[in-house]
């Protein structure tokens, strides 16, 4: 499982990180029995991204118990999912109210307000977030913001500090691909920088499917057409390996399939680069049909 995360990497974010971050906590203790089972059938929903059934579960858990933290938390990120956000941050503004899960209540409506855009805001509760509790993820999430806001002192600064405090292949090819976009913006010694962290993602997880990727564009700007040509079929080989073993829900793939597209192009197979896309482009469609007919 471990090498599929990498290859699958970032479209595991939401399919296992947000499916899981509220699965986990202690039951609490004291509430209502039947506000309780509401709660459970709501996270047996959410897991399942039975988005709505989980909202209409958690409401009626709130009904019974207003003062139920963990049924707004969890409320606040099945609305989070279907593109709610103001919902979402209402839910994680009352959980915060109520005293609970706020490391993980501010950093998740860092998230949702990151989703309106407001950067601002986002920023400050993911600095919350940690000075209540330190976490990578969230530490990138906040450099992430930083960069898009044009603070690339701040973005640099967090990236390091991930890597010293918690050096991961992950931390290397998010910080190498902030050097990529600088020298694609005009800072020509960055590139060197970006080819170093790709090399170092890659020598911690060799089949990280997606800095093979950023290493040959790295490549390509560098002029060395022959390694970025054998990035790029080490990336296909690894994302058509993960199409083919997968077992779970076809849809968790739809990202690794535009990966895949793009693989081919770099490649020069551009009629199995429009293929690729035509057919993911309908299992698009499929999907949110499905999932507009359970709403």
């Not at 564009?217 to 390996?241: C, H, K, M, P, V």
């Not at 535009?258 to 680069?273: I, P, S």
Request: charged share 25%.
């Amino acid at each position: 499982m471990r090498p599929l995360i990498y290859i699958m990497t970032p479209v595991l974010i939401l399919t296992i990180i947000l499916a899981s971050r509220f699965v986990t906590w202690d039951a609490v203790k004291g509430e209502n029995p039947q506000a309780r089972a509401y709660v459970q059938d709501g996270t047996l929903s959410l897991r399942a991204w039975k988005t709505s059934q989980a909202i209409v579960a958690f409401t009626q858990a709130i009904e019974i118990e207003p003062q139920y933290a963990e049924a707004y938390v969890k409320r606040g990120l099945a609305y989070y999912r279907v593109g709610k956000y103001k919902a979402a941050i209402a839910d994680y503004s009352r959980t915060l109210e109520l005293k609970r899960y706020q490391a993980d209540a501010y950093a998740s409506r860092g998230d949702a307000y990151r989703a309106l855009d407001d950067t601002q805001r986002a920023i400050a509760d993911y600095s919350t977030s940690l000075k209540k509790r330190w976490n990578a993820r969230v530490t990138r999430k906040r450099a992430q913001t930083y960069f898009a806001q044009g603070d690339v002192q701040n973005s640099l600064t967090d990236y390091d500090t991930v890597i010293k405090r918690q050096p991961s292949a992950v931390a290397y090819y998010t910080r190498g691909n902030v050097y990529l976009q600088l020298f694609i913006q005009g800072d020509e010694n960055r590139l060197r920088l970006a080819l170093a962290d790709l090399d170092q993602a890659i020598t911690l997880e060799t089949r990280f499917a997606h800095a093979y990727v950023s290493r040959g564009r790295i490549y390509e700007y560098l002029g060395e057409r022959t390694s970025a040509n054998a990035d790029y079929t080490q990336a296909l080989a690894l994302f058509t390996e993960t199409i083919q073993t997968w077992q779970g829900d076809a849809n968790a793939l739809l990202q690794v399939r535009y990966w895949r597209a793009f693989t081919y192009q770099k490649l020069g197979e551009v009629n199995k680069a429009q293929k690729e896309i035509r057919d993911t482009n309908g299992r698009v469609f499929t999907f949110f049909l499905e999932k507009v007919g359970k709403m």
